[in-house]
């Protein structure tokens, strides 16, 4: 069993609304970003490289989140990420933030796998299954 994959964000005031904390709609960008890093981490490669390397793009078909606790500058933003199920050709991961050791927000975030010049849907790649397989029975439960 691995620890989990934890991706740090330094929430600045331009993230911010005029209520002071971050802007909603920037909320589920932090998570886009902290699952980027875990393709990265883990796989060797962010989207960017996926798609212009590989040709394999990941857009997202599911968003879901729910807020618990405002999001502000005054802390780092962890955003502790897992992936939570793989299927024929998406993959569903779970996406926790806190800030000081408060759950801030918690989501699940579905992609596909397409061709990516195409934008045609297409199995998970071999590697990719084998090695997120792998990585899925060592998540911590």
């Known amino acids: 069993m691995t620890a989990p994959f934890v991706h740090e964000i330094r929430v600045g005031w331009a993230h911010c609304d005029p209520a002071r904390i971050v802007y909603t709609g920037n909320i589920p960008m932090f998570a886009l970003e902290a699952i980027d890093a875990w393709w990265e981490a883990h796989l060797g490669a962010d989207w960017f490289a996926m798609n212009i390397d590989r040709d ?20 780092v933003l962890r955003c502790e990420v897992a992936p939570i199920r793989l299927g024929e050709s998406s993959i569903r991961f779970r996406v926790v933030g806190r800030q000081n050791d408060t759950l ?30 792998k990585l899925m029975s060592e998540e911590p439960s």
């Open 56 to 75: 394999i793009g990941g857009p997202f078909v599911h968003l879901s989140m729910d807020f618990r606790s405002p999001v502000t500058p005054r802390h």
């Open 104 to 133: 801030c927000f918690e989501g699940e975030f579905v992609e596909v796998f397409v061709a990516a010049a195409a934008h045609r849907k297409i199995p998970a790649p071999d590697d990719f299954r084998a090695r997120l397989e």
